[in-house]
């Protein structure tokens, strides 16, 4: 059984940083893309960063030079570095995969790609 679980969200002050971490389990396949999604209160759930499997990564604009993906397959791990954080970043952020890996498979920001979600990690940012 496939399982995503978040961690390492909590509350900074503008301008600060925080590492999200994303630990897959029940499957061992590397070549996953991987995507980071974020819903603030009274919004749509929203893309903000997918990583191919030979590592291509893309952004949703308004991260874009700020937040970085990556991931450890050996750790099945992927994390999302988020830096200059700002207060419109305030939301519950969410790891996802796609249902069949491939190294054909591009990274993409498209929620109805992905098959597994984690439970979400809050994130809060103060000014």
């Known amino acids: 059984q496939v399982r995503l679980v978040e961690s390492g969200g909590g509350s900074v002050q503008a301008g600060g940083s925080l590492r999200l971490s994303c630990v897959g389990s029940?499957?061992?396949?590397?070549?996953?893309?991987m995507g980071w999604f974020r819903q603030a209160p009274g919004k749509e759930r929203e893309g903000v960063a997918s990583?191919?499997?030979?590592?291509?990564?893309i952004y949703a604009d308004p991260v874009k030079g700020r937040f970085t993906i990556s991931r450890d397959n050996a750790k099945n791990t992927s994390y999302l570095q988020m830096d200059s954080l700002k207060p419109e970043d305030t939301a519950m952020y969410y790891c996802?995969?796609?249902?069949?890996?491939?190294?054909?498979?591009?990274?993409?920001?498209?929620?109805?790609?992905?098959?597994?979600w984690g439970q979400g990690t809050q994130v809060t940012v103060f000014s």
């Open positions: 996802a995969r796609l249902e069949f890996g491939s190294s054909w498979h591009r990274p993409t920001l498209s929620q109805a790609d992905y098959a597994y």
């Open positions: 029940g499957y061992t396949y590397i070549a996953y893309v």
């Open positions: 990583m191919s499997g030979d590592n291509e990564a």
